[in-house]
């Protein structure tokens, strides 16, 4: 799964540095950087706000709440209980669930992240690693996105989930959660790929072409164990929060 990740503001504007908007960067970092934080550690469960890049607006990054709330939801109360079970969506079946069914066909997206962290289970204790590119860069990872309107407020709320996909072989030794009935992983996205994700389906074919994007990332990545995440001893959004820590009780994995 994919419920915490580190995002801070420079990797969140990687795709819009890449496609040399500078404007746009020039406005993220001016006029909207108050409503932006600078997250070293955050969990999807706390809806954060994030920047992300549409299918409508693939050059145009915008800011959602994670927690996906489909646009036939028909009250607050509804809302925030459906979207603690939308923060992922299983990239196998994103096509025929009906929170995601509308947004995988038409309102798919991309969020940057710096990395992001899974627990690991043993001898009946958790330990949470951070998990990154070999080069350090920002990831570009899959994701689902819809407009909500809280017919009480007015108020319309962009929000979005994670794609998720059965884990590759280095993410499958991490993330061994004993409820699971396998070990799963962001989507990852190659540049290539996350331009033909959010690319428009105009053809019958197109959404097999987005389904054959739906498999385990062949990127190397690396990890390393941190301190907990969660509970009265939890780091929280510290830029201590992703830095090595070793367990006396625990044999490294990598």
Same mark, same amino acid.
């Given at each position: 799964m994919c419920y915490d990740i580190q995002a801070k503001l420079e990797a969140q504007l990687k795709r819009a540095r890449r496609l040399n908007q500078a404007e746009v960067i020039r406005e993220l970092e001016t006029e909207l950087e108050p409503y932006i934080t600078n997250w070293h550690h955050v969990s999807?469960?706390?809806?954060?706000?994030?920047?992300?890049?549409?299918?409508e607006t693939p050059d145009l990054p915008t800011i959602a709440s994670w927690g996906l709330i489909p646009d036939w939801v028909k009250n607050e109360n509804q809302a925030n209980d459906l979207r603690r079970k939308t923060i992922n969506a299983r990239g196998e *079946?994103?096509?025929?669930?009906?929170?995601?069914?509308?947004?995988?066909?038409?309102?798919?997206?991309?969020?940057?992240?710096?990395?992001?962290?899974?627990?690991?289970?043993?001898?009946?204790?958790?330990?949470?690693?951070?998990?990154?590119?070999?080069?350090?860069?920002?990831?570009?990872?899959?994701?689902?996105?819809?407009?909500?309107?809280?017919?009480?407020?007015?108020?319309?709320?962009?929000?979005?989930?994670?794609?998720?996909?059965?884990?590759?072989?280095?993410?499958?030794?991490?993330?061994?959660?004993?409820?699971?009935?396998?070990?799963?992983?962001?989507?990852?996205?190659?540049?290539?790929?996350?331009?033909?994700?959010? *690319?428009?389906?105009?053809?019958?074919?197109?959404m097999d072409r987005i389904? *054959?994007?739906?498999?385990?990332?062949?990127?190397?990545?690396?990890?390393?164990?941190?301190r907990l995440l969660r509970g009265k001893h939890s780091i929280g959004n510290s830029p201590k929060a992703s830095e090595i820590f070793h367990y006396k009780d625990f044999n490294k994995l990598f």
């Open positions: 999807g469960f706390t809806h954060p706000n994030l920047i992300i890049y549409t299918n *079946s994103i096509f025929e669930k009906p929170s995601f069914r509308k947004s995988a066909q038409y309102h798919r997206c991309l969020i940057c992240i710096d990395g992001f962290y899974e627990h690991h289970h043993k001898h009946g204790k958790t330990f949470p690693f951070f998990i990154q590119f070999e080069n350090g860069e920002p990831i570009t990872i899959a994701g689902l996105w819809s407009n909500w309107t809280n017919m009480q407020t007015g108020e319309i709320l962009k929000t979005f989930s994670i794609v998720t996909v059965k884990a590759n072989s280095f993410m499958a030794e991490i993330h061994n959660t004993p409820k699971l009935n396998e070990p799963r992983m962001p989507l990852i996205l190659s540049d290539k790929n996350a331009d033909n994700w959010i *690319s428009a389906l105009s053809k019958s074919n197109d389904k *054959s994007l739906i498999k385990p990332s062949k990127i190397n990545l690396v990890a390393h164990t941190v």
